[in-house]
């Protein structure tokens, strides 16, 4: 199978270069034409007062990422697909429909976390009707 539609869901944190690299490198490698997807929470740039707010990201904070990343040239030729929305894997599982490979990030977790999110991770592989590749995101959070 030849991955034409590539898309990778970003969180929009800065601990994802390693997850930007491998779509990426991927992309090129094959030739797909690649689509950065990012979900924002319905609360996403409100405040509330109960909690600090999620901050609200953007296109253009996508296609910024791209470029500190060194990667100008996709940055300019790649779809980026930002949605606003409460459950992530239905809005992934909607925006992988007829692409080839999802590319994800996955932070690695103490055995408690893992046992409490793994589900998570498992309930979006289930939902999303194209091969999902894990990548591990960057340990290091210096930008």
């Given at each position: 199978?030849?991955?034409?539609?590539?898309?990778?869901?970003?969180?929009?944190?800065r601990d994802e270069r390693?997850?930007?690299?491998?779509?990426?490198?991927?992309?090129?490698?094959?030739?797909?034409?690649?689509?950065?997807?990012?979900?924002?929470?319905?609360?996403?740039?409100?405040?509330?007062?109960?909690?600090?707010?999620?901050?609200?990201v953007t296109e253009s904070?996508?296609?910024?990422?791209?470029?500190?990343?060194?990667?100008?040239?996709?940055?300019?030729?790649?779809?980026?697909?930002?949605?606003?929305?409460?459950?992530?894997?239905?809005?992934?599982?909607?925006?992988?429909?007829?692409?080839?490979?999802?590319?994800?990030?996955?932070r690695r977790k103490n055995?408690?976390?893992?046992?409490?999110?793994?589900?998570?991770?498992?309930?979006?592989?289930?939902?999303?009707?194209?091969?999902?590749?894990?990548?591990?995101?960057?340990?290091?959070?210096?930008?």
């Open positions: 199978m030849a991955y034409e539609k590539i898309v990778v869901a970003l969180a929009g944190e390693s997850v930007v690299h491998e779509a990426v490198r991927l992309a090129g490698a094959v030739n797909a034409h690649l689509t950065v997807l990012h979900v924002n929470d319905p609360a996403a740039g409100k405040t509330t007062m109960m909690m600090e707010a999620e901050p609200l904070d996508i296609q910024k990422m791209f470029v500190d990343l060194g990667y100008l040239d996709q940055a300019s030729k790649m779809k980026v697909d930002v949605r606003i929305g409460a459950s992530l894997p239905k809005e992934i599982a909607s925006a992988t429909e007829g692409s080839d490979l999802l590319d994800i990030g996955h055995r408690f976390l893992a046992a409490l999110a793994d589900a998570a991770d498992k309930h979006l592989a289930d939902m999303v009707s194209c091969p999902v590749l894990i990548v591990p995101r960057s340990e290091n959070h210096d930008g």
